[in-house]
């Protein structure tokens, strides 16, 4: 009877318990799936086989609207036809000097990599092309899901080009899709770019991390070198740390000006590929091995 | 009692369907707007919503779960945003329905309050979490007010045909 009655006295809420206990779940799966998610983005099979099922649906759903999408392009294609076609015939008289002048480099290089008996150097990589099949709805995540795997060999962090430049990296690989996070992404777990600023003067190294969403522009920090940087200078990736390949472009130089300490120079890149609109990308995956 | 069995095996597909549709289309605004809008489309909401006196409380958090669950997989790869989001919004409208008379006009008004919740609880969770940055003026003026002002439209068009594919005739 006593018993009874302390018991009754200590019996807490069974609304309040459950919000606890269905809290804690939340925060522990966020966390887990988190941590795995950045750590090692290849995902288990159970996960790999939804991803992949989803993934066949949601192309086949796709279908109908990429249609659309790309009869739309074909009629813009098709408008600006006339001014572009001006814009390349000034440009066509340098282009066999430039060809030339290409094949007798890649002529030296091959022969200056049988001398020292180089197999790769940080800029041999392999292409794989991959067609995007949607993007997350999340404002926020920019995350696009392609449909290639670890079965065609795509592997976490390898760097994703579009048409015109660097677009991100490979987020997480099930068997048959993947999913890439895009350089604009304001994921503060995202992995960035070891970078290199060509400038008449010299180059500098640095690494890409930050997204400015009003300009739309990448920053640069911890620079190193003293070359001087202006406006229109190439940025494209070093190659150093082992992830990425070198000379894959990035964009060129908006503006340089002082970190917020005023302690070291950030450069603001604006980049070449559009961050919208994307149906096709390369995935590149690096031959040299890492250091 | 046939039509109420068979919409308890069609509609969780119906609705899995209705998810992806909703991605594409969010993805097709974005590029008519020319990325200056994005308005998220919720037509799976919409369903849930017409669902709701047919289905029983337990099959439509089920329901729910498993396609927040699937959405985190697919989208995201962090598993628990949306399957929170959608099962909270799902309770919301289970509790909506004890208390409120269920008409076209309250219907209209709730897609508006259930997708601001689902809107906002992903937002808040990816907050607290640090899986993203969200500046708010960027949120409330690009994103909620273009999808609310989108989902509208959906209501309009859509909501008449849901509820007869989704209200089971005794």
Redesign the interface.
Known sequence: MVWGVIVKKFNPNKNIIITLIVVII?VV???I??AQ?TNNGK?DLA?SA??DG??L??RV??FP?LAV?RFTTFINDLLQAYEENEQLKAKIDSYGELALKNKNYEKEIDALKKELQLNETLTNYEKITANVI????????D?L?VDKGSNEGIEPNMAVLSQKGIIGRV??VNANSS?IELLT????NSNHFPVMVSSETGESYGLMKDFN?KEQSMIVSQLTGNAAIKEGDIVQTSGLGGNSPASLPIGTVLKVEQDSYGLTKEVHVKPYADM??ITVVTVVKRLAGGS | MRQRKNIKYYAPILFFFLMLIDGQLTLAIETWTDNTYFASVHLMLLGFMMAVPSLSKRQLLLTALVLGWICDSYYVGILGVYTVALTGTVLLMITFQNVVEANMMTAFFGLIIFSTSYELISVILQLVFHLSEVSFLLFITRVLGPTLLFNMLIFVIFSYPFKLMFTAKS
Request: glycine residues 8%.
């Open positions: 939340i799966v966020v966390s799936s988190s998610r995902t996960r939804v991803n989803v993934g649906v949601d759903l796709s609207l999408g949607t993007r997350s709805p999340d404002t926020w995540q995350i899901v987020l997480e999913k992404s304001t994921n503060q969403e919208y609109g």
